[in-house]
């Protein structure tokens, strides 16, 4: 075949184009870091970034839901630990006035007291976290043991005031912690504090006590030692079962930070660039197109020349 002055010309346009194409992208892989830029650069690697970015979105999502989930829980926990305390206090006060020795005045004094604990978990009954109440299971914005007035007393908590007489809410409130994995992290009143009209529960016994204390019955105030210390075993036990969902959360969040970092590894493999072998074809790309525009100096002019002749 014979070779033409323009057949010369054009290969060399080409080649010269070519060169600035093959630069540019290698220039673009410098600046980015990523060997994928366009869905052009890799149709099949494209499919798989969008996955794997995908995947790591959601991964980090149940991260910070595992996180969220330890926070309340915890926090759920302390709640239990103060409402555990107010107990222990009324059964050595219990303790205190089940001894016959005691005045009228000192029992009444002591029933001072446990009115004042009643009241403390009252309060610890109907408490929030961000503002959502803890212990009324899916009605979080309904405060489990409303009271009409700031302080009350057991023996003026009548009817549905009565916190010995309400049935809290008992759905869960669950948390994505997985594709398919869900947590609770919601407690129910009458699963902690006994169940509504149950004579066991602490709201009831504090009220019994109270009233016991005041009245000077001793022998009635040490009988109900025995159901203070059952009413603290069912606590711990419902707290020891938060303390399970906790450490859940928590493992939960570390397998999704595992797997976040495999995915971020596996992206980075798929879409990012070898800087080193990059920089190295980008040098060897300006050296051959510095040399495809220096041929093309020389034989173009050659081709114009011809063509005027």
Same mark, same amino acid.
């Given at each position: 075949?014979?070779?033409?002055?323009?057949?010369?010309?054009?290969?060399?346009l080409?080649?010269?184009?070519?060169?600035?194409?093959?630069?540019?992208?290698?220039?673009n892989?410098?600046?980015?870091?990523?060997k994928?830029?366009?869905?052009?650069?890799?149709p099949?690697g494209?499919q798989?970034?969008?996955?794997?970015?995908?995947?790591?979105?959601?991964?980090?999502?149940?991260q910070?839901?595992?996180?969220?989930?330890?926070?309340?829980?915890?926090y759920?926990?302390?709640?239990?630990?103060?409402?555990?305390s107010?107990?222990?206090?009324?059964?050595?006060?219990?303790?205190?006035?089940?001894?016959s020795?005691?005045?009228?005045?000192?029992?009444?004094?002591?029933?001072?007291?446990?009115?004042?604990?009643?009241?403390?978990?009252?309060?610890?009954?109907?408490?929030?976290?961000?503002?959502?109440?803890i212990?009324?299971?899916?009605?979080?914005?309904?405060?489990?043991?409303?009271?009409?007035?700031?302080?009350? &007393?057991?023996?003026?908590?009548?009817?549905s005031?009565?916190? !010995?007489?309400? @049935? /809290? *809410?008992t759905? +869960?409130? $669950?948390? =994505?912690?997985?594709?398919?994995?869900?947590?609770?992290?919601?407690?129910?009143?009458?699963?902690?504090?006994?169940?509504?009209?149950?004579?066991?529960?602490?709201?009831?016994?504090?009220?019994?006590?109270?009233?016991?204390?005041n009245?000077?019955?001793t022998?009635?105030?040490?009988?109900?030692?025995?159901?203070?210390?059952?009413?603290?075993?069912?606590m711990?036990?419902?707290?020891a079962?938060?303390?399970?969902? &906790?450490?859940?959360?928590?493992?939960?969040?570390?397998?999704? !930070?595992?797997? @976040? /970092? *495999?995915?971020? +590894?596996? $992206?980075? =493999?798929?879409?990012?660039?070898?800087?080193?072998?990059?920089?190295t074809q980008?040098?060897?790309?300006?050296?051959v197109?510095?040399?495809?525009l220096?041929v093309?100096?020389?034989?173009?002019?050659q081709?114009?020349?011809?063509y005027?002749?």
């Open positions: 075949m014979r070779v033409t002055q323009g057949m010369l010309s054009s290969q060399v080409f080649d010269i184009q070519n060169n600035y194409q093959q630069l540019s992208n290698l220039q892989e410098s600046a980015t870091g990523k994928i830029n366009t869905p052009s650069d890799d099949i494209v798989a970034v969008m996955q794997y970015q995908n995947e790591t979105a959601f991964d980090a999502q149940y910070q839901n595992a996180t969220n989930a330890q926070a309340q829980l915890n759920t926990s302390t709640t239990m630990t103060e409402a555990q107010v107990l222990s206090n009324a059964r050595d006060l219990a303790v205190e006035g089940s001894n020795t005691e005045t009228t005045s000192d029992m009444q004094a002591i029933a001072a007291e446990v009115g004042q604990l009643y009241n403390q978990m009252v309060t610890i009954g109907n408490t929030q976290y961000n503002g959502q109440y212990f009324n299971g899916q009605d979080t914005a309904q405060a489990p043991y409303p009271t009409q007035a700031e302080n009350i &007393t057991p023996d003026k908590a009548t009817g005031l009565d916190p !010995s007489q309400v @049935s /809290t *809410n759905g +869960q409130v $669950l948390v =994505n912690l997985g594709n398919g994995v869900t947590l609770p992290v919601s407690a129910s009143g009458n699963d902690f504090f006994g169940q509504a009209g149950s004579s066991s529960n602490a709201f009831s016994l504090l009220g019994q006590l109270y009233s016991a204390l009245s000077g019955d022998s009635k105030v040490g009988d109900l030692i025995s159901g203070i210390d059952s009413a603290l075993d069912t711990n036990q419902v707290q079962n938060v303390g399970s969902l &906790t450490d859940r959360a928590q493992l939960m969040g570390t397998r999704m !930070s595992n797997l @976040s /970092t *495999n995915l971020t +590894q596996q $992206l980075s =493999n798929v879409q990012d660039a070898d800087m080193a072998t990059v920089l980008l040098s060897s790309a300006m050296a197109q510095q040399a495809s220096e093309g100096a020389q034989a173009l002019p081709s114009l020349l011809s005027l002749k």
